[in-house]
């Protein structure tokens, strides 16, 4: 497939996980891609998938911090600067850190939704213009199945999940007649950087009873955290499809990818 032939694509959390699977999926397809991370060291490995694949020539790598409006403001400019515009926004970035919520300090709260929702809505905020150019812009949003399921000790991540589903309702209604299209995913049960770290952040009192509802009916070959996973690559393809035109009349929703575990 050469679904993004000529399509020009930025791409945040693309130093690893899903955000990495997308990047190179996308290049695969055709696509030419800005990737963006707050780390160096990942986007470097980025590159080096893309250099075994024969795609590294339409890949650009991007320090963005999405947590700071200076760094976002700045980097979305030079990303459309190199791309010569934009055609599709994907915001993968994101962090999570789990404790009881009533352990939880407001600096951590504060950090979670400024990374997680707040930074979306920076990146979203900056790159409207060139992708409103386009006629046809994409923007695929990074919810997560906690913002419609529980999952425990992650209220401030879920908060978080569930503002970024509400906001791409709202930007699908407020754009939809100027061609620009908004969905997000909403992954779960999925390996992830995220997912391989999340056991050191849960609290030494963690009821792991209270995980039992988290695990996917489908079969997996991969695992997190000794949890069963499906590997990045599965969301990645969804994402390809909704940027591309075989999502054409899909927007102002959210598609979950978990492998059954919330059916």
Known sequence: MNRFHDRRVLVTGAASGIGQATALRLLAE????VAADIAEDGLAVTRARAEE???ADRLHTLVIDIGTEDSVIEGVRRAVDTLGGLDVLVNAAGILRASHTHETPLDLWNRIVTVNLTGTFLMVREALPALLATGNGVIVNFGSTSATFAHPYMAAYAASKGG???FTHALALEYGKQGLRAVAVAPGSVKSGITDNTGSY???????SLFAKLSPILPTDQESGGAPMAGPESVAG???MLAS???AFV????IRIDGGTHA
């Open 30 to 33: 055709g696509g030419h891609v």
């Open 53 to 55: 694949s024969g795609a």
């Open 164 to 166: 970024i589903q509400s």
């Open 202 to 208: 849960l609290p030494e009192d963690t009821d792991w």
């Open 238 to 240: 969804v994402i390809a």
């Open 245 to 247: 035109g075989d999502g």
């Open 251 to 254: 927007t102002g929703t959210e």
